[in-house]
């Protein structure tokens, strides 16, 4: 799975080197290193929204506050998804 993390003018202002530190931290907690990759993007055109972050073809805004929240309700729910699928 992938996690893009917008890095453009806006999102850099609203803090998304927090966001990202936030979410690898999470990414590590859980020990998936090995099934998320965590990327910076310039610009995901979603500027009035930052911090933008693209997963599973969908553009969230997230704020370092609310990291915990995303990662549980988007980033594990997929995770279990996927899971059992198998």
């Known amino acids: 799975m992938e996690i ?3 890095v453009g003018s806006a ?5 998304s080197y927090d966001v990202i530190r936030a979410m690898e931290k999470l990414v590590k907690e859980k020990g ?3 099934a998320i ?4 993007a310039f610009c995901l055109g979603q500027c009035t929204k930052a911090v933008s ?3 599973d073809g969908k553009i969230h805004s997230v704020r370092k506050e ?3 929240d995303f990662f549980e309700n988007h980033v594990l729910a ?9």
């Open 4 to 6: 893009s993390i917008c």
């Open 11 to 15: 999102c850099h202002l609203k803090g």
């Open 32 to 34: 998936m290193e090995d």
């Open 37 to 40: 990759t965590i990327k910076a």
């Open 53 to 55: 972050v693209q997963f």
């Open 66 to 68: 609310t990291v915990g």
């Open 78 to 86: 997929k995770a279990k998804e996927m899971e059992a699928q198998k």
